[in-house]
């Protein structure tokens, strides 16, 4: 069965407005420092402004440290924090662009920054940064990263951090049922299926089937099958309907209550974490994220994370994983004092302090150099693995407005009912595929 859904950025927002409530008095900068449209204004470099945070509750306590230091080095200037789920902010962002009430500086990830720039919320920051004290030093190929996300000549991000995909294994399980390393596909699916005892509920991986699941399921997907490239020769059909991504997905969800535990059918990456972390389950992707959380639940001792498994040909093929960023909304009333915040959470310190906290990778070049990346395996071996020549990165097409929507809201739903065996993974495929294709020709469309 074949599904045609045809999203426009009108539609998407239309969807967003009708599934969030209202923002809170706080969030919507009532105080006259965010507002809901227009061009805002410079303001006095003093006063309050207003920052979300687009991983509230994951990453709350350093980024209230770095606000803490910024007020002590500006105390003219007051930072109101407002932690927002990741899994709501696109609709929190959309809702305000549409109702009124943005910040005036957000986080916005690439895999988000198209849709929102669309929609002419983001004020352009190549000119400010050209001016700054980051200007050269900001990792070349994380700015580059944000310029092709945002889909257009400008600037709309301020590069913070890289997450690379990694995957975690305890090395405990593994010696004792006698398993080498998954650093191959094959070696992965071995252990998946040695490692699990599920009357001891005991599981060798844990799959993502909630929020964020398509980003983890087409890295598996591409890592299998090799296809090194989003798009075919024309740039105008997807390949991940292809054959050869078609078998890997149906091998890669077939995983689901054969290994892993009956509740990953709705686990997000908050639980998928905690669960790995508090259970004897022996695999897990995620990111360089979560490997703070795994220290504390194990010990350094207990796990290693390493880069996605190569193929057969022993070649290894990863999405890429969306930079983090900081945005400036053109709404605000006080750019300015913005900006300077932005500038001193992207500085060396901050940054260094912000990405070692989160296991990341720095986008300031001087932070990329200090001690804890070496100290970080999975992030040193992340960093060396994208470098080395070892892997090929297929771009995701985070320039697409509807990028995000189709990623997540349409197509979320459907590889849940693949997990369940209500769905096929061609047809699921197909879905992604047409509706991919459509954005693809709007954009180029748009684009002349």
């Given at each position: 069965?074949?599904?045609?859904?045809?999203?426009?950025?009108?539609?998407?927002?239309?969807?967003?407005?009708?599934?969030?409530?209202?923002?809170?008095?706080?969030?919507?900068?009532?105080?006259?420092?965010?507002?809901?449209?227009?061009?805002?204004?410079?303001?006095?470099?003093?006063?309050?402004?207003?920052?979300?945070?687009?991983?509230?509750?994951?990453?709350?306590?350093?980024?209230?440290?770095?606000?803490?230091?910024?007020?002590?080095?500006?105390?003219?200037?007051?930072?109101?924090?407002?932690?927002?789920?990741?899994?709501?902010?696109?609709?929190?962002?959309?809702?305000?662009?549409?109702?009124?009430?943005?910040?005036?500086?957000g986080g916005v990830g690439a895999a988000m920054l198209a849709?929102?720039?669309?929609?002419?919320?983001?004020?352009?920051?190549?000119?400010?940064?050209?001016?700054?004290?980051?200007?050269?030093?900001?990792?070349?190929?994380?700015?580059?990263?944000?310029?092709?996300?945002?889909?257009?000549?400008?600037?709309?991000?301020?590069?913070?951090?890289?997450?690379?995909?990694?995957?975690?294994?305890?090395?405990?399980?593994?010696?004792?049922?006698?398993?080498?390393?998954?650093?191959?596909?094959?070696?992965?699916?071995?252990?998946?299926?040695?490692?699990?005892?599920?009357?001891?509920?005991?599981?060798?991986?844990?799959?993502?089937?909630?929020?964020?699941?398509?980003?983890?399921?087409?890295?598996?997907?591409?890592?299998?099958?090799?296809?090194?490239?989003?798009?075919?020769?024309?740039?105008?059909?997807?390949?991940?309907?292809?054959?050869?991504?078609?078998?890997?997905?149906?091998?890669?969800?077939?995983?689901?209550?054969?290994?892993?535990?009956?509740?990953?059918?709705?686990?997000?990456?908050?639980?998928?974490?905690?669960?790995?972390?508090?259970?004897?389950?022996?695999?897990?992707?995620?990111?360089?994220?979560?490997?703070?959380?795994?220290?504390?639940?194990?010990?350094?001792?207990?796990?290693?994370?390493?880069?996605?498994?190569?193929?057969?040909?022993?070649?290894?093929?990863?999405?890429?994983?969306?930079?983090?960023?900081?945005?400036?909304?053109?709404?605000?009333?006080?750019?300015?004092?913005?900006?300077?915040?932005?500038?001193?959470?992207?500085?060396?310190?901050?940054?260094?302090?912000?990405?070692?906290?989160a296991g990341a990778i720095p986008s300031h070049t001087e932070?990329?150099?200090?001690?804890?990346?070496?100290?970080?395996?999975?992030?040193?071996?992340?960093?060396?693995?994208?470098?080395?020549?070892?892997?090929?990165?297929?771009?995701?097409?985070?320039?697409?407005?509807?990028?995000?929507?189709?990623?997540?809201?349409?197509?979320?739903?459907?590889?849940?009912?693949?997990?369940?065996?209500?769905?096929?993974?061609?047809?699921?495929?197909?879905?992604?595929?047409?509706?991919?294709?459509?954005?693809?020709?709007?954009?180029?469309?748009?684009?002349?």
């Amino acid at each position: 069965m074949k599904i045609s859904i045809r999203r426009s950025r009108r539609a998407a927002t239309a969807v967003a407005l009708g599934s969030v409530l209202a923002l809170t008095a706080t969030a919507c900068g009532d105080d006259g420092s965010g507002g809901g449209g227009g061009n805002g204004a410079e303001g006095s470099g003093t006063g309050k402004i207003v920052f979300w945070d687009n991983n509230g509750g994951v990453r709350t306590d350093i980024w209230k440290e770095i606000i803490a230091d910024f007020e002590k080095a500006n105390p003219d200037i007051e930072v109101d924090y407002v932690g927002i789920p990741s899994t709501e902010v696109q609709s929190k962002y959309d809702t305000a662009i549409q109702g009124g009430g943005l910040p005036d500086v957000g986080g916005v990830g690439a895999a988000m920054l198209a849709g929102i720039a669309a929609q002419d919320a983001l004020e352009p920051v190549e000119e400010r940064l050209a001016g700054s004290s980051l200007d050269g030093k900001l990792n070349e190929d994380m700015v580059e990263s944000v310029k092709v996300a945002g889909g257009s000549d400008h600037m709309y991000s301020i590069p913070t951090s890289a997450n690379n995909g990694v995957l975690y294994y305890r090395t405990d399980l593994f010696d004792k049922a006698g398993l080498e390393e998954p650093s191959t596909w094959e070696a992965f699916y071995q252990a998946a299926e040695k490692l699990t005892d599920a009357k001891k509920n005991e599981f060798g991986y844990t799959i993502r089937g909630g929020a964020g699941s398509i980003a983890q399921a087409l890295d598996a997907m591409y890592g299998q099958s090799g296809i090194t490239s989003f798009w075919d020769a024309s740039g105008e059909k997807t390949t991940v309907n292809d054959p050869k991504n078609v078998e890997a997905l149906e091998k890669y969800a077939a995983l689901y209550k054969k290994v892993t535990p009956a509740a990953d059918l709705n686990n997000d990456f908050t639980k998928m974490v905690a669960q790995w972390d508090s259970g004897t389950i022996g695999m897990l992707n995620h990111n360089l994220g979560s490997y703070q959380d795994h220290v504390k639940a194990f010990g350094a001792e207990k796990f290693r994370g390493i880069p996605q498994p190569v193929g057969p040909g022993g070649k290894r093929v990863q999405v890429s994983n969306p930079v983090d960023g900081l945005g400036l909304f053109k709404s605000s009333k006080n750019k300015e004092a913005a900006w300077k915040f932005i500038e001193f959470a992207a500085s060396h310190e901050s940054n260094s302090k912000w990405n070692e906290s989160a296991g990341a990778i720095p986008s300031h070049t001087e932070a990329a150099k200090d001690a804890w990346i070496g100290e970080a395996e999975p992030t040193k071996l992340a960093a060396a693995a994208l470098n080395d020549g070892s892997t090929t990165v297929v771009q995701l097409p985070y320039y697409l407005p509807d990028w995000n929507t189709i990623s997540k809201a349409d197509n979320e739903p459907n590889f849940q009912k693949v997990l369940l065996g209500k769905m096929s993974a061609k047809d699921f495929l197909d879905t992604l595929a047409e509706q991919l294709n459509e954005a693809q020709a709007e954009w180029n469309e748009q684009k002349g």
